[in-house]
């Protein structure tokens, strides 16, 4: 069973950080990657930009308008997830309580089961 292991980014969460924590933060997910791709369990993974860098489209009327930015204003955003293929949601968990941001005070992993997957090339 395929599992979306995301990661919701909370600036006041982060910023609060020192330097420090958040390499060690960022270091960490080489090390967990290591581990998901070892076990043969990893099937991808994206790091995602800053909400300020994204656009929202929306077709109206059949027209569509482009605006800039999250598409709506709160307090954490999708900072990235890894997509990985597990034996059971009790690995996943596992996995999951992995990640180094699940470590962070405030933070956490949603690990939700993905129900469709579909080839990129069909």
Known sequence: MKY???MHNNPRI???LTEAEREEVMSAHGAFMETVRASGEL???VAL???SQS???RVRGGVPAVTDGPYLEAKEHLGGYYLVECDSRERALELAALIPDAGVEGLGIEVRPVVFAGPAGA
Do not use: F, K, R, S
């Open 14 to 16: 982060w910023d609060a």
């Open 43 to 45: 099937v991808g993974t």
């Open 4 to 6: 979306l292991l995301i």
């Open 55 to 57: 656009a929202v489209v």
């Open 49 to 51: 930009a800053d909400p």
